[in-house]
């Protein structure tokens, strides 16, 4: 019984991590597309149309305010990792997750990085083009290397 309500923990805190990272991407590309710098109220707006939970938002808080926090880091560590392209010029859905994968790699020790960058590769596929799970895969793949 006890390993039964433990796997169901996990599958509950791992589906409520995807959604915070899906909540973090929606807000940091509503922020960029949007030209508006506050996330917070963006985040709660959209989490109260999609009627997610308070630890959904937690945790999408937390990535979001660490990206906004950390750009410049995170965005030195995937410039050296993209050759051939440039940050203005990658799909703006593909910037954000690979952000947000990031930050999670190097902020957030907590979380092992094959969760990470498995979670970076399903939102890309959902929400990018067809070869953004691939290019998201890959330059992640080289950033865990390096980290």
Same mark, same amino acid.
């Given at each position: 019984?006890?390993?039964?309500?433990?796997?169901? !923990?996990?599958?509950?805190? #791992?589906? #409520?991590?995807? *959604?915070? /990272?899906?909540?973090?991407?929606?807000?940091?590309?509503?922020?960029?597309?949007?030209?508006?710098?506050?996330?917070?109220?963006?985040?709660?707006?959209?989490?109260?149309?999609?009627? /997610?939970?308070?630890?959904? *938002? *937690?945790?999408?808080?937390?990535? %979001?305010? *660490?990206?906004?926090?950390?750009?410049?880091?995170?965005?030195? %560590?995937?410039?050296?990792?993209?050759?051939?392209?440039?940050?203005?010029?990658?799909?703006? &859905?593909? /910037?954000? %997750?690979?952000? &947000?994968?990031?930050?999670?790699? /190097? !902020? +957030?020790?907590?979380?092992? !990085?094959?969760?990470?960058?498995?979670?970076?590769?399903?939102?890309?596929?959902? +929400?990018?083009?067809?070869?953004?799970?691939? !290019?998201?895969?890959?330059?992640?793949?080289?950033?865990?290397?390096?980290?």
């Amino acid at each position: 019984m006890a390993d039964n309500q433990q796997q169901s !923990f996990a599958n509950e805190s #791992t589906g #409520t991590r995807h *959604k915070s /990272r899906e909540l973090a991407l929606y807000t940091l590309y509503a922020c960029e597309v949007g030209s508006t710098n506050q996330w917070y109220t963006m985040l709660d707006q959209i989490a109260d149309s999609q009627q /997610r939970s308070s630890e959904v *938002k *937690k945790y999408a808080r937390e990535l %979001v305010q *660490k990206v906004l926090q950390q750009t410049d880091t995170i965005d030195e %560590v995937l410039t050296s990792k993209a050759q051939n392209w440039e940050l203005k010029r990658m799909a703006t &859905i593909d /910037r954000n %997750v690979l952000r &947000i994968a990031v930050a999670e790699l /190097r !902020f +957030f020790p907590q979380v092992p !990085f094959k969760v990470v960058i498995d979670e970076a590769v399903e939102i890309a596929k959902t +929400f990018g083009s067809e070869d953004s799970g691939k !290019f998201v895969n890959g330059i992640l793949d080289s950033v865990h290397k390096q980290l």
